[in-house]
């Protein structure tokens, strides 16, 4: 099993950061390739022609390892996810009639472009609401599956839910959109990094992922892949770098009308950012470095008690074969004060987020059973104060 990893980053000691979810921390490593970028670009001179492809290919290759993809042209490098959605949602042709498909509560850059979507062609947002107890995965999956029908144009998801860590079959409902010819989308940003994703068992028509989560990256950039559907689309906006021939700058004004193959004409503009890609490039090794069953292993191997005991003092949680072990959310009874107990963990040091009616914990490899005991302590004292 692998064993905690706290010396690869610079958390100080009594910090209990168990929230992944809304940001790693940086790695040492990936903190150094950021100021080797900085230092790059004081000397220009040292930035060659061919660097403007090199890094961004370099990371285009890790990450494919990272998703089982056999091409690494497939990918495309984004500022953020919703550039990823945007450009899906400018290469769909949707028809009055049709219908999008979302779950309840999805983050936002998964949302946004939907409800545009649905107000400018008259196409219905179709959101699958969560039953109203828990456990509720399981009937939670059925209805999202139940929800794609012939009129479905996109399916848009995710591995698990970014609020509470629910788990989507995602391998069944990417086969369900397909039955009805709809194109599968999938937000991977709260869960590739930190659990295995093959794409070839999923079959997604494109998967987006932000890098500063559980890819151990940088803010302001991501990868994406998007599949043959998108072969013949066109890019939110058009630069030297997405066309053939981009090589010999010399020669750029002789403007191409041919993309570069794959997903590249995806890529953002200036996509050759000599800090934020020598930064991905780091984290994404390092993130090969580990197998992603025992990144889940480990993080349920330090939380099996947390479970025991916030279950003694009332709170609800998923069951684990519907949770992720890296992220899941903890329903606190009725008689506590959400806030307040925010406030608790604060002081102690203890990091969470609250995402809805849950206390949602994401632990990682740097993370031990200190983190999670400072939590349990938490919520216990702040649950003999509710119930007073
Ligand atoms: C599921 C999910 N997707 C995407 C994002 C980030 O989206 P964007 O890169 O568009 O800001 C987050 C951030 O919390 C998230 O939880």
Not at 212 to 237: H, M, N, Q, T
Not at 249 to 265: I, L
């Amino acid at each position: 099993m692998l064993t905690p990893q706290k010396h690869l980053f610079s958390l100080p000691d009594n910090l209990h950061y168990l929230n992944c979810a809304y940001m790693s921390p940086t790695p040492k490593r990936v903190a150094e390739a950021g100021v080797a970028g900085i230092a790059r670009k004081e000397l220009p001179s040292q930035i060659h022609s061919e660097d403007f492809f090199t890094d961004s290919n370099r990371a285009r290759e890790l990450f494919a390892r990272l998703v089982n993809l056999g091409d690494p042209q497939r990918i495309a490098i984004i500022p953020a996810v919703s550039y990823g959605m945007a450009v899906v949602a400018r290469n769909t042709r949707f028809e009055q009639g049709q219908n999008i498909v979302v779950t309840q509560n999805q983050f936002p850059s998964n949302v946004y472009a939907w409800r545009e979507a649905a107000r400018r062609y008259g196409v219905t947002l179709r959101t699958v609401k969560a039953p109203d107890s828990l456990p509720r995965g399981e009937e939670w999956n059925a209805r999202v599956i139940e929800a794609i029908d012939r009129n479905t144009i996109i399916v848009a998801s995710a591995p698990v839910h970014w609020t509470d860590g629910t788990r989507f079959d995602l391998e069944a409902i990417g086969a369900r959109a397909r039955d009805c010819d709809a194109a599968f989308i999938v937000d991977g940003t709260q869960a590739v990094g930190a659990m295995p994703f093959d794409l070839e068992k999923v079959k997604p028509d494109a998967l987006i992922c932000a890098a500063y989560k559980w890819l151990l990256g940088p803010y302001s950039i991501g990868v994406a892949y998007f599949g043959p559907r998108y072969d013949d689309g066109v890019p939110l906006e058009d630069d030297t770098f997405k066309r053939v021939g981009s090589e010999n700058f010399r020669e750029v004004m002789n403007y191409q009308d041919r993309y570069r193959p794959g997903a590249v004409r995806y890529d953002s503009g200036e996509r050759a950012n000599f800090i934020l890609t020598p930064m991905l490039i780091a984290a994404l090794e390092q993130v090969l470095r580990w197998d992603l069953d025992e990144v889940q292993t480990y993080c349920r191997s330090i939380t099996t008690e947390l479970f025991t005991e916030v279950a003694s003092v009332g709170f609800g949680f998923e069951d684990e074969a519907w949770r992720g072990a890296h992220l899941f959310g903890l329903h606190p009874p009725s008689h506590i004060d959400i806030e307040a107990v925010s406030a608790r963990l604060r002081e102690r040091s203890v990091f969470v987020s609250l995402r809805g009616a849950a206390i949602r914990v994401s632990p990682h490899l740097y993370n031990d059973t200190a983190d999670v005991t400072a939590l349990v302590e938490v919520l216990r004292a702040e649950s003999r104060v509710g119930s007073r």
